[in-house]
T-cell receptor, first 110, second 118 residues
Framework: RKEVEQDPGPFNVPEGATVAFNCTYS??????FFWYRQDCRKEPKLLMS???SGNEDGRFTAQLNRASQYISLLIRDSKLSDSATYLC???????????FGRGTSLIVHP | ETGVTQTPRHLVMGMTNKKSLKCEQH?????MYWYKQSAKKPLELMFV???????ENNSVPSRFSPECPNSSHLFLHLHTLQPEDSALYLC?????????????????FGPGTRLTVT
């Protein structure tokens, strides 16, 4: 299994839809996980941290499933502005060595 | 000025040139990173500096040479590059912290330098 795997998509959804992405990881000792958002030709920007208890921020919910070694990102009531690539990040090695997934592309259409 | 800044934003260089990319973070973080992002490829970690010490060199060719004079500045010196080195070079910083017993190190990225090697 690759260290971090994501379905590249694209996920093509209408406005208002609910969409979810998963990210699987191989390092069972990983503690902290993150979701980033990257717009075309821009830098990644931190979206959410993901801890054991999960995390919710408005329309976005991140969950961790340690048993199956994946994290998920749920977006409710999708907006056109949510169109972007969503990257998951899992630490490998020391606590400050992150591994990025390839990203999942989301396209929200009217 | 806040966040992470990078200069130049765009750079075109020939294969025999020598140039340097600069990154500066104004967040008081203790770790800095260089990443390479090529078209349709995931982010590739190149170098990590933690408290000014290089702690990771991800099998990067010697034509890329990092320098970290202090915890706020990071350079990437470039010489005799190849066309396949054309990419977006991103700098990031982070601060290891504990919150409720959990280690966190959210990274903050600069806008990147778009490099074209001709």
């Amino acid at each position: 299994r690759k260290e971090v795997e994501q379905d590249p998509g694209p996920f093509n959804v209408p406005e208002g839809a609910t969409v979810a992405f998963n990210c699987t990881y191989s390092n069972s000792a990983s503690q902290s996980f993150f979701w980033y958002r990257q717009d075309c030709r821009k830098e990644p920007k931190l979206l959410m941290s993901v801890y054991s208890s999960g995390n919710e921020d408005g329309r976005f919910t991140a969950q961790l499933n340690r048993a199956s070694q994946y994290i998920s990102l749920l977006i409710r009531d999708s907006k056109l502005s949510d169109s972007a690539t969503y990257l998951c990040v899992v630490p490998s090695g020391g606590s400050y060595i992150p591994t990025f997934g390839r990203g999942t592309s989301l396209i929200v259409h009217p | 000025e806040t966040g992470v800044t990078q200069t130049p934003r765009h750079l075109v260089m020939g294969m025999t040139n020598k140039k340097s990319l600069k990154c500066e973070q104004h967040l008081g973080h203790n770790a800095m990173y260089w990443y390479k992002q090529s078209a349709k490829k995931p982010l590739e970690l190149m170098f990590v500096y933690n408290f000014k010490e290089q702690t990771e060199n991800n099998s990067v060719p010697s034509r890329f040479s990092p320098e970290c004079p202090n915890s706020s500045h990071l350079f990437l010196h470039l010489h005799t590059l190849q066309p396949e080195d054309s990419a977006l070079y991103l700098c990031a910083s982070s601060q290891e912290r504990l919150a409720g017993g959990r280690v966190g190190y959210e990274q903050y990225f600069g806008p990147g330098t778009r490099l074209t090697v001709t």
